[in-house]
T-cell receptor, first 116, second 113 residues
Framework: DTGVSQDPRHKITKRGQNVTFRCDPI?????LYWYRQTLGQGPEFLTY????????KSRLLSDRFSAERPKGSFSTLEIQRTEQGDSAMYLC??????????????FGEGSRLTVL | AQSVTQLGSHVSVSEGALVLLRCNYS??????LFWYVQYPNQGLQLLLK??????LVKGINDFEAEFKKSETSFHLTKPSAHMSDAAEYFC???????????FGSGTRLSIRP
């Protein structure tokens, strides 16, 4: 399968712990996005990369959140000192070329975080 | 700023009936609009997109949407619902900087046998 893959699919952690999610985009895609989705809501933009450069960060992304894409391939999203309000599905998407120009995104299945 | 509003968080139709999911947009520039579908335990998939070409856009699984500038609408329709259409549907718009897309809150579609 050559789609976007995310790991882990589910993570349960205790409040105050750090968690890290990984996203492997479609191999030829140079844009990579992170979104967050809570129950009953649509995905909310968090941040995006063009190659290894992080070009935009949402105000939703507090100082406890950090994302990297060190070699322009896979990306990680780390949440430090987790809070119960961080419980959500974290979605990764990628895009490239004409699809990127129109805004079309290819999504992974998401990583669900539960903070106890 | 670009935004979309989906009217109705939950729509229920009978199998074989018309599906109509409503979306209105707000955009300061000619919009690029999308409908995405999320089946249970799966990632979001693009259903169809409007990129300023034909105003009637056809997508997968017999879904289509019509861009109406005068009504600032981009409603999704399907002539005959199938049980497999049960899912969450999201309307979305590309933001003015073309850096990302902005999603609506979603409409859950249920199909009655």
């Amino acid at each position: 399968d050559t789609g976007v893959s995310q790991d882990p699919r589910h993570k349960i952690t205790k409040r105050g712990q750090n968690v890290t999610f990984r996203c492997d985009p479609i191999s030829e895609h140079n844009r990579l996005y992170w979104y967050r989705q809570t129950l009953g809501q649509g995905p909310e933009f968090l941040t995006y990369f063009q190659n290894e450069a992080q070009l935009e960060k949402s105000r939703l992304l507090s100082d406890r959140f950090s994302a990297e894409r060190p070699k322009g391939s896979f990306s990680t999203l780390e949440i430090q000192r987790t809070e119960q309000g961080d419980s959500a599905m974290y979605l990764c998407a990628s895009s490239s070329g004409l699809a990127a120009n129109t805004g079309e995104l290819f999504f992974g299945e998401g990583s669900r975080l539960t903070v106890l | 700023a670009q935004s979309v509003t989906q009217l109705g968080s939950h729509v229920s139709v009978s199998e074989g009936a018309l599906v109509l999911l409503r979306c209105n947009y707000s955009s300061s520039v000619p919009p690029y609009l999308f409908w995405y579908v999320q089946y249970p335990n799966q990632g979001l998939q693009l259903l169809l997109k409007y990129t300023s070409a034909a105003t009637l856009v056809k997508g997968i699984n017999d879904f289509e949407a019509e861009f109406k500038k005068s009504e600032t609408s981009f409603h999704l329709t399907k002539p005959s619902a199938h049980m497999s259409d049960a899912a969450e549907y999201f309307c979305a718009v590309r933001d003015s900087s073309a850096s990302k897309i902005i999603f609506g809150s979603g409409t859950r579609l249920s199909i009655r046998p």
